[in-house]
């Protein structure tokens, strides 16, 4: 079992904020869900640039923080989808201003990253 090196602090909201979306894909998870893609297979044609183990992995950690629940179907075919909890869906608002934000400064920052990238 993997044994994090650095504690955990726990010490300020932003701490905590980092705690549970830092990971690639996990704001893109929890907006994608909260649009109406809740099936895995649509996740991961909505994000094909992340592997499948690695959305699995994101998705399991948003779990375990609250963000989201799994609800799984008893079926022929085995049907699997997420959705918000109460929790999760109090993150949207906050995700709503970080794209605003992004697409208010998008040529700003698309300069600053293509220059980077040269």
């Given at each position: 079992?993997?044994?994090?090196?650095?504690?955990?602090?726990?010490?300020?909201?932003?701490?905590?904020?980092?705690?549970?979306?830092?990971?690639?894909?996990?704001?893109?998870?929890?907006?994608?869900?909260?649009?109406?893609?809740?099936?895995?297979?649509?996740l991961?044609?909505?994000?094909?640039?992340?592997?499948?183990?690695?959305?699995d992995n994101?998705?399991?950690?948003?779990?375990?923080?609250?963000?989201?629940?799994?609800?799984?179907?008893d079926?022929v075919?085995?049907?699997?989808?997420?959705?918000?909890?109460?929790?999760?869906?109090?993150?949207?608002?906050?995700?709503?201003?970080?794209?605003?934000?992004?697409e208010?400064?998008?040529?700003?920052?698309?300069?600053?990253?293509?220059?980077?990238?040269?």
């Amino acid at each position: 079992m993997y044994q994090r090196k650095i504690p955990v602090s726990l010490e300020c909201g932003l701490n905590l904020f980092r705690e549970v979306t830092n990971g690639k894909w996990k704001i893109h998870l929890i907006y994608y869900i909260y649009t109406g893609i809740k099936r895995p297979g649509e996740l991961q044609r909505k994000i094909p640039d992340a592997t499948r183990r690695v959305l699995d992995n994101q998705l399991n950690q948003l779990i375990k923080h609250n963000l989201i629940t799994k609800q799984v179907f008893d079926e022929v075919s085995l049907k699997v989808e997420y959705n918000l909890t109460p929790l999760g869906e109090s993150l949207i608002p906050v995700i709503v201003e970080i794209v605003l934000w992004g697409e208010d400064n998008r040529v700003a920052l698309e300069a600053v990253i293509l220059e980077k990238s040269a």
